[in-house]
């Protein structure tokens, strides 16, 4: 989201890859405004979300640090991430 106000994109898209992974707490999933059309944004659960089940794209999970996702708010800006195969 490149204007930062939460509906912008990067100028290309990603192509929808729909699983059969629940939406639990903790999952990541690419946030999208029709199919194919993730990009930039993405969204964490603090909660089981089973009406976004086969609806949106899960990329992971986090594994370690929750409790720093607990702590965000809706429009909490994430200026660096870390990502990884394995939990530290």
Do not use: N
Request: glycine residues 18%; aromatic residues 6%; negative net charge.
């Amino acid at each position: 989201d490149p204007r930062g106000d939460g509906e912008g994109g990067p100028g290309h898209s990603i192509r929808c890859e729909m699983t059969r992974r629940p939406y639990t707490r903790g999952v990541v999933g690419m946030a999208l405004s029709g199919k194919d059309t993730g990009g930039s944004q993405f969204f964490f659960t603090h909660a089981p979300q089973p009406h976004l089940d086969g609806r949106y794209t899960v990329f992971g999970e986090v594994v370690a640090g929750m409790d720093t996702v607990d702590a965000l708010l809706e429009g909490t800006v994430i200026d660096d991430v870390i990502v990884g195969t394995h939990a530290p």
